[in-house]
């Protein structure tokens, strides 16, 4: 089990793994573990806006290539009362805006000791987090509003955008403690993202073509003339890669759904103008064919599942929707991420 980062352990409104067709909400790894932690007091009402500084800041002593884990110097004097950012290094890929999602790698420790709080590094993982409010700590959520992919960025915290008065026991932060971060930013996804993977050939006339296009609309599915297939289909139409999902990872993803009998859409994030994350594991929440389907599959890729009945509603399709009994269900996944 991974540990759970601490800055993703909030009161309110942290991305449900919900299922694609039921949900709220690059080609690495990002973590995502079960483990209970404190949560932040300063996430759980609204704050002031904060005034960015450029310092002080701490000394970044090795470590100091983007994606590689940084040593950071103990703060000397006294941190700013307002938040401190700083672009080490300037990334050229495109400008986080509040609302996103972010796959990052990141370091925290305690300005007045030094201690090391919580890396991703040594996990081996990096971070998938949406900045939104109640999602992560207010911080992160105007400090990295702006900033490129492909940037890394330090800030210094103080407890009123970071932990509050309450700190977090867990983590070792008393209520005092300003925070110093650095950030490397992997990738930014929201509603109009798309995967960029090599086209491959759907040549079975048989089974249903899904749209190639990669400027964040949502692709075309067209269904055939023919029964549809009684066994699991899964299909890359644009292969990256990218690591495969793991059976015990959740996704990001943008998806489609399309039923067979009717060539009707019954649900899409690109509809609803939002991202689904899900669990591969939560098969309450999640079409057993769709995860079956993505498991093995590149991040960074799109997929086209064939779900027969067996695998998606079977004789309980949901009451009062378009899925009747005995539907097999289409779907087009853009994998956007994996943690």
Request: aromatic content about 6%; overall charge positive; hydrophobic content about 40%.
């Amino acid at each position: 089990m991974r540990r759970r980062s601490v800055l993703i352990a909030v009161p309110a409104g942290l991305v449900t793994l919900a299922g694609c067709g039921d949900s709220d909400s690059s080609s690495s790894k990002a973590s995502a573990s079960p483990s209970p932690t404190p949560s932040p007091s300063s996430s759980a009402s609204a704050v002031p806006p904060p005034k960015l500084v450029d310092g002080p800041l701490p000394a970044i002593t090795a470590g100091t290539k983007f994606d590689e884990k940084p040593t950071v110097a103990k703060g000397t004097g006294t941190p700013s009362k307002d938040l401190a950012v700083k672009t080490v290094i300037a990334g050229g890929g495109k400008a986080v805006a509040e609302g996103d999602f972010i796959q990052v790698n990141y370091l925290g420790q305690i300005w007045s000791t030094a201690k090391v709080f919580d890396n991703s590094y040594d996990r081996n993982t990096s971070l998938v987090i949406q900045l939104a409010q109640g999602g992560i700590i207010d911080g992160w959520r105007y400090g990295l509003a702006g900033k490129k992919v492909g940037s890394r960025v330090q800030m210094a915290i103080p407890p009123t955008w970071g932990y509050g008065t309450a700190g977090s026991a867990q983590a070792g932060i008393k209520g005092t403690d300003t925070l110093v971060f650095v950030i490397d930013i992997q990738g930014a996804f929201n509603a109009k993202s798309s995967v960029k993977g090599t086209v491959v050939a759907q040549s079975d006339a048989d089974l249903p073509k899904v749209g190639t296009n990669t400027d964040g609309k949502a692709p075309s599915v067209t269904i055939p003339k023919a029964d549809p297939p009684k066994k699991l289909v899964s299909n890359y139409v644009l292969e990256s890669d990218g690591a495969v999902v793991k059976e015990a990872e959740s996704i990001l993803c943008q998806f489609k759904g399309v039923i067979w009998r009717t060539g009707k859409e019954f649900e899409s994030t690109y509809s609803q103008g939002r991202l689904s994350q899900f669990a591969i594991k939560d098969m309450e929440s999640v079409v057993k064919g769709l995860a079956q389907g993505l498991v093995g599959k590149k991040i960074g890729s799109r997929v086209m599942i064939v779900a027969p009945a067996d695998l998606a509603y079977g004789d309980t399709p949901p009451t009062g929707g378009v899925i009747k009994k005995g539907d097999t269900l289409v779907f087009s996944v853009d994998i956007l991420a994996a943690m």
